[in-house]
Structures are given as C-alpha cells and as structure tokens.
C-alpha cells in the first residue's frame, strides 16, 4: 500500500504561484501513474494534471495548461504541481492521487485512482 500526503497548498493572490508536494510513503509509487484533482465548495472533483509512470508522459486539462506544470522526482518518491498565475477559480481543495502500480488506467477518472492523499487547501484571492 502507498501512503500519499500533499503539502504547499495556502492563501495566494491572483497571479502569484504556489509549490504543491504530493509525497510517498509505503512503497515506491515510480510504477504508478500519478494525477491531481480539485474540488471547489458545491463542485464535483475535477481532473487538474496527470504524470505517466511509463515515460512521464503529462496530460493537463485545458483549464490549466500553461500555467500549471507536473513532475515527479522518482529519487524523492515525490510528485509535484508547479502553479502558476493562479487565477481566483482556481480556488478548490487539491488532491493527488495514485492509480496501480504497473497500470495505466484512463487519467481522468477518479476511480482509476485506488490511493488518495487528504488534500490540501488552495485559496486565490482577487
């Protein structure tokens, strides 16, 4: 089993950047398939980012893309989200995610992802 703990969520003004840090322990997760969703109060979990454990490949939803960058740094046992210009929307609690070892399952659904971390609260003021 993989135990996923997030961390560098905070309180950001509209354009600033912040570091999230989504770390392993249990197990290696280099096998795994990593991804970040969100969910914003009254709002369904949305998909953020997701990085490949085959080739690192990375896939962002288009709300994202070019602003926020994924990376994992296998040595650390560590997956990371890299926000930047950070919009008011952008507001929700961050989770990461991990989906079996050796799997690859489709990125954008939640329940291809058996191992969760507890969130962490991301806030952009205007």
């Known amino acids: 089993q993989v135990q996923l703990v997030e961390s560098g969520g905070g309180l950001v003004q509209a354009g600033g950047s912040l570091r999230l840090s989504c770390a392993a322990s249990?197990?290696?997760?280099?096998?795994?398939?990593v991804g970040w969703f969100r969910q914003a109060p009254g709002k369904e979990r949305e998909f953020v980012a997701v990085?490949?454990?085959?080739?690192?490949?990375?896939n962002y939803a288009d709300s994202v893309k070019g602003r926020f960058t994924i990376a994992r740094d296998n040595a650390k046992n560590t997956v990371y989200l890299q926000m930047n210009d950070l919009k008011p929307e952008d507001t929700a609690v961050y989770y990461c995610?991990?989906?079996?070892?050796?799997?690859?399952?489709?990125?954008?659904?939640?329940?291809?992802?058996?191992?969760w971390g507890q969130g962490t609260q991301v806030t952009v003021s205007t």
């Open positions: 249990g197990r290696t997760f280099s096998s795994q398939t």
């Open positions: 990085i490949g454990w085959t080739d690192g490949r990375t």
């Open positions: 995610a991990a989906q079996r070892p050796n799997y690859s399952g489709n990125a954008f659904d939640t329940d291809r992802y058996p191992y």
